[in-house]
Nanobody
């Protein structure tokens, strides 16, 4: 089992920035690809960003490219999501997720483990 705990959500104005963190425990962090997903009210959960175990390969949803940056610190068992130029459309619960590190799982974005989520609200 992998336990994931998100932090860093909150309320920010349009154009502002937030940084989310996700602390992992329970398994060897460097064996896992990590992801951020989000779910807005009335919408399905959607992929935001992913990063493979080495930290070299990353992927982003088109809606966040150029604004969000995913990174990880394997020594701290933590993955981050830096969010800049936020808009009200970014308002959602943001979830950290993990899967065993493989190119197939990473491309298919099908994590096995999920955090509880952290609320991000962007006011207009």
């Amino acid at each position: 089992q992998v336990q994931l705990v998100e932090s860093g959500g909150g309320l920010v104005q349009t154009g502002g920035s937030l940084s989310l963190s996700c602390a992992a425990s329970g398994r060897t962090f460097s064996n896992y690809a990590m992801y951020w997903f989000r779910q807005a009210p009335g919408k399905e959960r959607e992929f935001v960003a992913g990063i493979r175990a080495s930290g070299i390969m990353k992927g982003y949803a088109d809606s966040v490219k150029g604004r969000f940056t995913i990174s990880r610190d394997n020594a701290k068992n933590t993955v981050y999501l830096q969010m800049n130029s936020l808009t009200p459309e970014d308002t959602a619960v943001y979830y950290c997720a993990a899967s065993i590190d493989s190119i197939v799982l990473f491309v298919n974005r099908r994590p096995d483990y999920w955090g509880q989520g952290t609320q991000v609200t962007v006011s207009s």
